[in-house]
């Protein structure tokens, strides 16, 4: 079972709507969370990045919340646009040695947005 | 200031064959992590250089090597490929400033597209 689990797989809006995605994770101890947005055919984008004691943060339309209680963290899209239609990823980052970290992927949640 | 450079973009090999791939991090980054991606598993992690040394690993098997020059420049070597290793392969940087690596963003790269016929 991957210890970052994405929810829904794949979503389709319309453009002007908001939209939430999940993230639920296993991974402990907890470093950071972070959201990436990748376009088809492009490298990641790094949206938010979140320690533990860290509840929310916002990059202009985006904002991600984070409960390290639950170990659950959401991605709040408003006011969607074309340009947003791309896959999201949530990733878990465990502490190591040395200030280095373990990271885990999870598989992504593609959204379209369709005017 | 220039951003996380890949090369090649594209790439086809047969099975059996190695292939070698190239990242230049972003000026002034120490830090370099490749990944896989594919449809099936997606992002998965392969390893982390730092000082020209590897510091993370994933869950890859010992055909999957890499290495970290002094400019901070890296190379990913893959040998004996197989057909699975078709992916699509993501370099990131970031500064890795002295004990805060877990706050720093990773930037990437365009990846390495990689056919294996």
């Known amino acids: 079972k991957n210890q970052v689990e994405q929810s829904p797989q794949s979503l389709i809006i319309l453009e002007g709507k908001n939209c939430t995605l999940q993230c639920n994770y296993t991974v402990s101890p907890f470093s950071n969370l972070r959201w990436y947005k990748q376009d088809t055919g492009r490298g990641p984008v790094s949206l938010t990045i979140?320690?533990?004691?860290?509840n929310t943060k916002s990059n202009g339309r985006y904002t991600a919340t984070l409960d390290a209680d639950t170990k659950q963290s959401s991605l709040h899209i408003t006011a969607s646009q074309l340009s947003d239609s791309a896959s999201y990823i949530c990733?878990?980052?465990?502490?190591?040695?040395?200030?280095?970290?373990?990271?885990?992927f999870g598989t992504g949640t593609k959204l379209q947005v369709i005017p | 200031k220039a951003g996380v450079t890949q090369t090649p973009r594209y790439l086809i090999k047969t099975r059996g064959q190695q292939v070698t791939l190239s990242c230049s991090p972003i000026s002034g980054h120490r830090s370099v992590s490749w990944y896989q991606q594919t449809p099936g598993q997606g992002l998965q992690f392969l390893f982390e250089?730092?000082?020209?040394?590897?510091?993370n690993k994933g869950n890859f098997p010992g055909r999957f090597s890499g290495r970290q020059f002094s400019n901070s420049r890296s190379e990913m070597n893959v040998s004996t490929l197989e057909l699975g290793d078709s992916a699509l392969y993501l370099c990131a940087s970031s500064p890795r400033t002295s004990g805060r690596g877990y706050q720093e963003t990773q930037y990437f790269g365009p990846g390495t597209r990689l056919l294996v016929l």
């Open positions: 979140m320690t533990f004691s860290e």
């Open positions: 250089y730092f000082s020209e040394t590897q510091r």
């Open positions: 990733v878990v980052s465990e502490p190591g040695s040395g200030g280095y970290q373990k990271v885990t």
